[in-house]
Every structure is written in structure tokens, then in C-alpha cells.
């Protein structure tokens, strides 16, 4: 076919105000098909709270057994009986929040191939989930934060942080803790195209991921090694810093510091997600047609 | 010479699998010190693809076709070879690249399940940066051929699988690409869904001069969509050409069913067709077929034949469909070294 006319075809690009547009869209898109499910959401009001009460009668038992310390107060972990409660109420009602499941998503579409349909469209994948995660999280603060907070802290007399700006300082940490959620689960999900199930591996994920963000029990309880191995991992950048920030323990430089390592693990896991799954597409086969 | 769009060379894919040893201790050794073997899907696949035609690509299961698409399409990076598509790299510049195609997967759906038909196309507007007039005018089109204003606000898990197909297509096609690529558009639809999704396509086709690639098992499709067809086994092409060249290359063979008024018996109507390239099938009593290529002699002369020395009720001429020409092309191919064996007597 030498000297055959060629058609050409134009690398297409998107304007950066398209690509906005486009990704609030996926984060709209998100929130109504939650909303389609938003029934779920219900009975997940009634298992948080009881969570929440169990932690409640737990740590109210220890710190009665306890002899009051030089204060006058029974401390554990350098915390107060009314602190340890507030830490649980805060670690679980962030977690209503920042909580997703796009790593499974990812697994299931691996799986089933249907990650194919979402390659033939110009777009980043790993954004557009990240969108749709942020979609999740909007319907979860209206459907399921906003109702357990209402419900948790009269309840149980979770405390309001020292300073009032803590609060939004908090907020902003649980929004670096969606970030860096989402971005952990991305990459955990890529292990599907390598390997066949990873149900496993998204299970042991999940339930080592709470215990290492420190949302079932405070890293003060942890002996003094297993704190340094634990600083260095992402895990507390998701549930244990925003904690501390809301209860006043990350004064002055340390607040900046704490929302510094979040902004790290954040951008550092994204970084890591996008190579794992170039990588993963370069290699491996997306089953079926 | 034509204008090329698609130019394929030498494309190749491999894929490693382990090859698994048996038992338990085959496991465990298998996870330690894996066997790796390598299976070639894709060999050496080349052809180019002018604006506007409309290619059959077909094969058996596993033949490599749809690793051939996906490689197409930008979803899977080749072992070796090139693809260039407009002068773009399909893998190498996905985005650039995708905006210009649409696909249609007929086993899976690209339209978002919980939501109602018309958010897909709402968000596709988005992702393709469709103009509103360009969307409105697309959307003209699909209500009038395809008729899917009537389920655009149904979610789409509750849709037929003939409604979700519908909608599928006007979704690959709302951004007006360049290039469709249908693998297996009409699998699982009963026969008049399948009849509106070819005509469809032939409108579509002459509406908008779209370039379409298409895989299917059903060669219905093929004869009624595809001047060109491409044949595909064991990842080689063995056959790229027209359809009509497809039917010349087995010497237009004629099926010739013939019901006598009496029975007849297989010894005696090969003496009347003696010294004719004509083979009788085996039959029974009445009903007897015979075959013959139009290219080894004239269908008036056999019938003249038998019309003349028995008595003859009905007699019907058939032409064979696509499938057995193609199991003939892969026959064929997998005996080159020896010469076809003839088909006459």
C-alpha cells in the first residue's frame, strides 16, 4: 500500500475547564446512585452507634477500675475516660465519611472485564474513581455523618475539641483522610489484575487498615515500637491524625506537620496508584471482550 | 491506491500462562517455581482499513479476534508490531486516541447501570465534549432509528437485553466517531432485534461514513453488513478479501436437493451424472443431494441430466451459508502443504 493517502485523526485534548466539568459531573453521578441504595445507609446508623455504645461501656469499665492518677483523674494512654470516649465517637464518625470501596470495584471490573469499557473513553480512570469517591463521601456526609453525629455525641457526651477552629481543622484532616483512603484502596485494587481474587488481601486490608488507623483502639495503648513502625505506615494518616487534631493533642507546629504527612501519603499514593495501574494495563490481559 | 485510516503490521500478542502441574505438591511446587508458557493469540496480523468501510472479522472462539480489537482499541499493548490509527498509537495515547472511536461490547454495557438511560448519555456528552446542537441532532437520529426515547428514563439494569443493545450503540455513537468497533454486537438477540441492529447500522453507516469493524459469530451479520471480510484462526489471517471473493475461492459450490416421484437408489444416479464433477450424498429413498462447484460445471447441465433419466417431483438449488465456507478456508489452510483434495468425483 505505498503512496496510499493517509487520513489523519487529531490528538484530541480536553480544555482544563471540560476536565473539571466533567469530573464534578462523575462526583453528581456518584451521589444519585448512592442515593438509589440510600435504604443501606439506614441500618448503618443503628450498627455505628452500637459500635460506638460497646466502646462506650468498655472504656467506661477500665477507667472505673483504675486508680485516679496525680490529677485526680484516671488516665490511660494520656487520655481522660470523656477524651477516650470523644476518640472513639470521632474516629468512627470520620469513618462514616472517608469509607469506600473502590478497591473492590476496581477488583470486581478487573475481573469481569468491564474495566475494558471504561479504557476505550479519553479519560484518567484513576480520577474519574477518585471522583466517584468524592461522590460516595457527599452522599455519606448528608446520608450517614450528619445523622450519627446527631445521634452519637448527645448520646454518649462526646466532647466539643478545645479550641472551637479545631473543628475545621478537623474536617479539612477527614477530607486529606478520603484522599488517602480512596488512593490506598486504588492501589490495593490494582493487585487485581495480577492476581485472580483479592478478596483477601481487600479483607485483611479493611480490618488491619482500622486497627492501624487506630480507630478500634488509641496508638497510646501500643507499646513504644510498635507506635514508630506505625508512624510510618498511611494508615494513621487516615483515622488517628485527624483524631488528635480534633482533641487539641497536635498543638502549634504539630498541627501543620500532622496535615503535612496527610498531604504526603495523599499525593505519594496517588503517585504510587498511577504507576501500578499503567503498569498493570502494559502487562496484563482485561479479561473477556 | 485508496486512502488508509487503520494500518496494522505484523501486530502480535503473546500471552504467559502457567502451566499448572498436578496435585497438591504440583501447586505449592507451581507457586514457588512457576512453568511459564507462552501462547501466541495474535501472529503477525497486518492489513489496512480505508475511511468508511465497513470489515468482518471473523473467527472461532479464541481465534485471536478479540485481541486483535482490543489492541485496536487502545486496551491491550501488543508483544510486537505497529497500529496506527489517523497516525495515532492506540495504547501510546489513549486519550487522544479514544475520543475518535466507539465500541460496542456486545456481552458487557458501557451505559451506567443504576442510573436512568439518559444520565449515560448525559455524562458521554460530558466525556466527549459533545456540542449541545451536535447532541440534540445525534439524539434525533437515535429516537428515529432506534426508538429510544421510549426506556431513556428507565434505569438500565431493568432494560431488555434488545433495549440495552439499542442504547448501547446510540452511546458508542453519540460523539460522532471515526471508527466503530462492534465485537459481537448481536450475540443473544432474537431474530427481529437483530434485523433492526443491522439495519441500523447500514443507515448509521450511509448517514454518517463511520468505519466499522466488526466481529461476530453470526454470519448474518457479515452478508448483510460487510463487502470485506477477514478470517482469522490461530491468529493469523487466512483469508482477506471480499465476501464474493470468499464465495469465488470455493468454486461456488451449489447444493442441489432433488425429490424423485419414485425411489431411486444412490448406484443409479451416479451412472446418470457419470463424467460429471457432481457428488451424490448419501440418501434415501426419494430424497437425494447432490453437490457440485459452479466453476466445474454449469448447474443446467446437471439438472438437464437428471431431469431427463428419472422422474423428477421438486428439485431446489442452495448456496452454502458463510460457515461452511469459512470451516473450508480454515480447512484449507490447515492442509497448504498438500493441495486441496478435490471436491469432485
Not at chain 2, 6 to 21: F, P
Not at chain 2, 200 to 215: A, H, M, S, Y
Not at chain 2, 316 to 339: F, G, K, N, T
Request: glycine content about 10%; some cysteine.
Amino acid at each position: 500500500m505505498s503512496g496510499a493517502a493517509a487520513t489523519r485523526l487529531d490528538p484530541w485534548r480536553r480544555s482544563a475547564a471540560a476536565t473539571a466539568g466533567l469530573y464534578l459531573h462523575f462526583v453528581r453521578l456518584a451521589f444519585l446512585k448512592f442515593l438509589a441504595y440510600r435504604l443501606r445507609y439506614y441500618t448503618g446508623v443503628i450498627s455505628y452507634t452500637i459500635f460506638v455504645a460497646g466502646y462506650y461501656y468498655l472504656y467506661r469499665a477500665l477507667y472505673a477500675s483504675r486508680a485516679p492518677g496525680p490529677g485526680g483523674v484516671a488516665e490511660m494512654g494520656g487520655l481522660t475516660v470523656g477524651e477516650m470516649i470523644t476518640y472513639v465517637a470521632v474516629g468512627w464518625i470520620g469513618r462514616s465519611f472517608y469509607f469506600n470501596n473502590i478497591g473492590r470495584d476496581l477488583m470486581h471490573q478487573v475481573r469481569e472485564g468491564q474495566i475494558a469499557m471504561q479504557l476505550i473513553k479519553p479519560y484518567d480512570v484513576q480520577s474519574v474513581m477518585m471522583f466517584e469517591a468524592a461522590g460516595e463521601a457527599v452522599f455519606r456526609l448528608v446520608m450517614f455523618t450528619v445523622p450519627i453525629t446527631v445521634v452519637i455525641v448527645p448520646l454518649f457526651g462526646v466532647h466539643l475539641p478545645p479550641q472551637p477552629v479545631l473543628l475545621g481543622w478537623t474536617v479539612l484532616s477527614f477530607t486529606l483522610s478520603l484522599v488517602v483512603y480512596s488512593q490506598l484502596n486504588f492501589l490495593v485494587g490494582c493487585l487485581a489484575f495480577h492476581m485472580k481474587n483479592i478478596d483477601g488481601v481487600l479483607r485483611a486490608k479493611m480490618v488491619s487498615g482500622d486497627f492501624l488507623a487506630g480507630v478500634i483502639v488509641p496508638f497510646s495503648f501500643f507499646p513504644e515500637w510498635f507506635q514508630r513502625v506505625v508512624e510510618w505506615l498511611p494508615f494513621q494518616a487516615i483515622g488517628y491524625l485527624p483524631v488528635m487534631i480534633y482533641l487539641g493533642k497536635r498543638p502549634g507546629d504539630e498541627l501543620w506537620q500532622a496535615l503535612l504527612v496527610q498531604a504526603g501519603w495523599a499525593v505519594g499514593l496517588w503517585l504510587a496508584g498511577r504507576v501500578a495501574f499503567r503498569r498493570s494495563l502494559r502487562q496484563v490481559v482485561v479479561q473477556g471482550g | 491506491m485508496s486512502d488508509v485510516l487503520i494500518r496494522v503490521r505484523d501486530l502480535t500478542r503473546d500471552y504467559r500462562l502457567i502451566k499448572r502441574r498436578e496435585g497438591v505438591v504440583g501447586g505449592l511446587v507451581d507457586l514457588v517455581r512457576p512453568r511459564w508458557s507462552t501462547l501466541r493469540a495474535v501472529a503477525d496480523v497486518s492489513f489496512d482499513i480505508a475511511p468508511g468501510e465497513m470489515v468482518g472479522y471473523i473467527g472461532a472462539n479464541g481465534a485471536g479476534k478479540s485481541t486483535t480489537i482490543k489492541m485496536l482499541t487502545g486496551i491491550l499493548t501488543p508483544t510486537g508490531g505497529e497500529v496506527t490509527v489517523g497516525g495515532l498509537v492506540p495504547w501510546k495515547q489513549r486519550r487522544q486516541y479514544t475520543r475518535h472511536i466507539g465500541a460496542v461490547f456486545g456481552q458487557r454495557t458501557q451505559l451506567w447501570w443504576d442510573l436512568a438511560v439518559v444520565e449515560s448519555f448525559r455524562l458521554l456528552k460530558k466525556i466527549y465534549e459533545v456540542p449541545d446542537d451536535v447532541y440534540a441532532a445525534q439524539m434525533g437520529v437515535f429516537n428515529e432509528l432506534l426508538g429510544i426515547d421510549e426506556f431513556l428514563h428507565q434505569p438500565v439494569r431493568k432494560l431488555s437485553l434488545g433495549q440495552r443493545m439499542r442504547c448501547d450503540l446510540a452511546a458508542a455513537l453519540l460523539h460522532k466517531p471515526r471508527i466503530l468497533f462492534l465485537d459481537e454486537p448481536t450475540i443473544g438477540l432474537d431474530v427481529v432485534a437483530k434485523e433492526n441492529v443491522r439495519r441500523f447500522l447500514r443507515e448509521i453507516r450511509d448517514l454518517q461514513g463511520v468505519t466499522v469493524i466488526l466481529t461476530t459469530h453470526d454470519l448474518g451479520d457479515i452478508e448483510q453488513l460487510c463487502r470485506r471480510v477477514m478470517i482469522i484462526d490461530k491468529g493469523r489471517v487466512h483469508f482477506d478479501g471480499e465476501l464474493e471473493e470468499l464465495r469465488r475461492r470455493t468454486g461456488h459450490r451449489v447444493r442441489m436437493t432433488v425429490d424423485f416421484r419414485e425411489p431411486t437408489s444412490g448406484a443409479r444416479l451416479a451412472t446418470v451424472t457419470a463424467g460429471l464433477p457432481v457428488v451424490w450424498q448419501e440418501g434415501e429413498g426419494r430424497r437425494h443431494v447432490a453437490e457440485f462447484r459452479r466453476l466445474d460445471v454449469a448447474g443446467a447441465d446437471v439438472i438437464k441430466r437428471v431431469v431427463n433419466d428419472c422422474p423428477v417431483r421438486d428439485l431446489a438449488l442452495a448456496e452454502p451459508d458463510i460457515e461452511e465456507i469459512v470451516r473450508e478456508i480454515y480447512r484449507d489452510s490447515a492442509a497448504a502443504a498438500a493441495p486441496a483434495p478435490g471436491r469432485s468425483a
